[in-house]
């Protein structure tokens, strides 16, 4: 089996590093470490103030990405739109499988997180975890909305959630 040409990013684009979001590749860098030469793409996560320098070679395998096309994003919207599916599993397991969807990257799951913690003003509060973990997915589906629209991170926001009271 041939092996896959490793993604190439380009400097000031922005890309999706799964475990932390949305990044923009700030400059494209050779480092050598004991003797062996690395290239190294140096990805800024504004939000997080975080910058990593992630060697090219380990693109694949960390899973990095190109921001979602605009068909993506559209159904991540579709998912928002859906009905709530709540599992009747205790809470700790629920909040581990949230968590592995926002981590995942992938719109659609992020989304899902999101519809399925989403509360009217009718329902019961969340919790503070509860809280935490929407925050979290709606912030990170945001920031990837916002980078793919060219829009502020709060619009964003504004249109994922008038998208769920829609619903």
Same mark, same amino acid.
Do not use: C
């Given at each position: 089996?041939?092996?896959?040409?490793? &993604?190439?990013?380009?400097?000031?684009?922005?890309?999706?590093?799964?475990?932390?979001?949305?990044?923009?590749?700030? *400059? @494209?860098?050779?480092?050598?470490?004991?003797?062996?030469?690395? *290239?190294?793409?140096?990805?800024?996560?504004?939000?997080?103030?975080?910058?990593? &320098?992630?060697? @090219?070679?380990?693109?694949?395998?960390? *899973?990095?990405?190109?921001? =979602? =096309?605009?068909?993506?994003? &559209? =159904?991540?919207?579709?998912?928002?739109?859906?009905?709530? &599916? @709540?599992?009747?599993?205790?809470?700790?397991?629920?909040?581990?499988?949230?968590?592995?969807?926002? *981590?995942?990257?992938?719109?659609?799951?992020?989304?899902?997180?999101?519809?399925?913690?989403?509360?009217?003003?009718?329902?019961?509060?969340?919790?503070?975890?509860?809280?935490?973990?929407?925050? =979290?997915? @709606?912030?990170?589906?945001?920031?990837?909305?916002?980078?793919?629209?060219?829009?502020?991170?709060?619009?964003?926001?504004?249109?994922?959630?008038?998208?769920?009271?829609?619903?």
């Amino acid at each position: 089996m041939a092996k896959k040409p490793v &993604r190439k990013f380009r400097k000031g684009e922005y890309i999706v590093y799964p475990t932390h979001g949305v990044g923009r590749v700030n *400059n @494209i860098e050779t480092e050598t470490y004991e003797g062996t030469e690395l *290239n190294l793409y140096v990805i800024n996560f504004e939000k997080e103030k975080m910058t990593l &320098r992630v060697p @090219i070679q380990k693109v694949e395998q960390l *899973n990095l990405r190109a921001l =979602s =096309s605009p068909e993506k994003m &559209r =159904s991540a919207f579709t998912t928002l739109q859906g009905k709530a &599916r @709540i599992k009747r599993t205790m809470w700790s397991r629920r909040a581990q499988e949230y968590e592995a969807k926002i *981590n995942s990257g992938d719109p659609i799951s992020i989304a899902e997180v999101v519809r399925d913690l989403h509360r009217t003003e009718e329902q019961p509060e969340q919790s503070y975890s509860e809280r935490q973990i929407y925050e =979290s997915a @709606i912030g990170r589906l945001a920031r990837e909305l916002a980078a793919v629209e060219k829009i502020d991170e709060e619009a964003a926001i504004e249109k994922l959630e008038e998208t769920i009271r829609a619903a």
